[in-house]
C-alpha cells in the first residue's frame, strides 16, 4: 500500500472495526457518520455496498482533505435481510431463524477521496454455519449483541452461536481487511 493521499478516517464508531483496523497499522481517526440506514434495495449485495458509501460520503463532505473509509454489514438466511435487532423480542426472533442454518455475511466497504470525488467500493461475502442450540440456550442468549448484524458476535469467545465460517472471518466480525487493504491501495495511487 502506498502513501495515502490524506489522513485515514474510519467513518464508524464499532469497536470490532477499530480493533481491525489497527491491524493495519495504517493511522487513522474515528469520525462515525449519522446518516439512514433506511433503504428499499433488496440485494443484500447492492444493500451494503450502498450504505457503506452512504457513510463514507457523509464524512468525506466534512472533511475532504481525508480518506474515508465507510463500512456496513448484514446478515441472509433463509431469503431474509438481517441487520442489527431492534430489541430482544427481534433478537429472539433472529437467532431462531439462524439456529442450526448456514447463512451469509455480506460487508461493503467503501473509500472516499477528495470530498468524495473518488469513491472505490468492495463487498466481501462469507457463509457462517450455525450451531443448533436448545430452546434455554437461545433465550439465554437473546438479547446479548443487540449492535451485531445477526445478533452475534463471531469473535466473542463466549459467543457459542458460530460452528464454523467459509470465508475471511474478519468480513464476519465486520470489515474485510483484504478490501481495505486493495481499496486503500487503489486511493493511494
Same mark, same amino acid.
Given at each position: 500500500m502506498g502513501r495515502l493521499p490524506g489522513p485515514l478516517i474510519l467513518a464508524s464508531a464499532s469497536p470490532q472495526r477499530r480493533k481491525l483496523l489497527k491491524k493495519l497499522r495504517v493511522p487513522f481517526t474515528i469520525v462515525p $457518520?449519522? %446518516? $439512514?440506514?433506511? $433503504?428499499?434495495?433488496?440485494?443484500? #449485495? #447492492? @444493500? %451494503?455496498? @450502498? @450504505?457503506a458509501k452512504r457513510k463514507a460520503l457523509e464524512v468525506a463532505r466534512k472533511r475532504p482533505e481525508a480518506v474515508v473509509l465507510g463500512s456496513d454489514t448484514l446478515v441472509v438466511c433463509r431469503g431474509e435481510i438481517l441487520g442489527k435487532p431492534k430489541d430482544r423480542e427481534d433478537s429472539e426472533r433472529i437467532l431462531r431463524l439462524l439456529n442450526g442454518s448456514w447463512q451469509r455475511v455480506y460487508t461493503g466497504v467503501c473509500v472516499a477521496v477528495g470530498g468524495g470525488k473518488r469513491t472505490y467500493s468492495d463487498v466481501a461475502v462469507s457463509k457462517v454455519k450455525s450451531r443448533k442450540l436448545t430452546d434455554e440456550e437461545l433465550l439465554r442468549f437473546a438479547g446479548k449483541h443487540m449492535d451485531k448484524a445477526g445478533s452475534y458476535a463471531v469473535q466473542d469467545k463466549e459467543d457459542p452461536f458460530v460452528e464454523k465460517v467459509v470465508g475471511d472471518f474478519d468480513n464476519v466480525i465486520g470489515l474485510p481487511l483484504r478490501s481495505v487493504r486493495k481499496l486503500l491501495k487503489r486511493a493511494s495511487r
Open positions: $457518520s449519522r %446518516v $439512514s440506514e433506511a $433503504s428499499r434495495e433488496k440485494n443484500p #449485495r #447492492r @444493500l %451494503v455496498a @450502498l @450504505l
